[in-house]
């Protein structure tokens, strides 16, 4: 079982910047890919970035390209999200997520087929 603990949310102005981290309590990662996604009142749950563990291949959402990074370290046992130029429409609450077997591309981008999830942190932008 491999529980993830996400940290870094808040409050910050259109514009502004935020670093989400998400750590593996009790164990390694040992996954194929970890990913984040959000989700914003009374919407689904939708793919933001995934990261493949070994490989480090990167994949994005449309909406956040060129402004989000996400990132692994093995040293510290963590997956981040450099969110950048933040704008009102990324306010949600952000999920980390990590699948432990190999999937295609297109599939990573679908929450169904994740294994574990966090908690959840909020993030708010205000205009």
């Known amino acids: 079982q491999v529980q993830l603990v996400e940290s870094g949310g808040g409050l910050v102005q259109a514009g502004g910047s935020l670093r989400l981290s998400c750590a593996a309590s009790?164990?390694?990662?040992?996954?194929?890919?970890v990913g984040w996604f959000r989700q914003a009142p009374g919407k689904e749950r939708d793919f933001v970035a995934t990261?493949?563990?070994?490989?480090?291949?990167?994949y994005y959402a449309d909406s956040v390209k060129g402004r989000f990074t996400i990132s692994r370290d093995y040293a510290k046992n963590m997956v981040s999200l450099q969110m950048n130029n933040l704008k009102p429409e990324d306010t949600a609450i952000y999920y980390c997520?990590?699948?432990?077997?190999?999937?295609?591309?297109?599939?990573?981008?679908?929450?169904?087929?994740?294994?574990?999830w966090g908690q959840g942190t909020q993030v708010t932008v205000s205009s």
């Open positions: 997520a990590s699948r432990l077997a190999f999937t295609t591309d297109y599939r990573l981008r679908l929450a169904s087929n994740y294994n574990y």
């Open positions: 990261i493949t563990w070994s490989a480090g291949t990167t």
């Open positions: 009790g164990r390694t990662f040992n996954s194929y890919a």
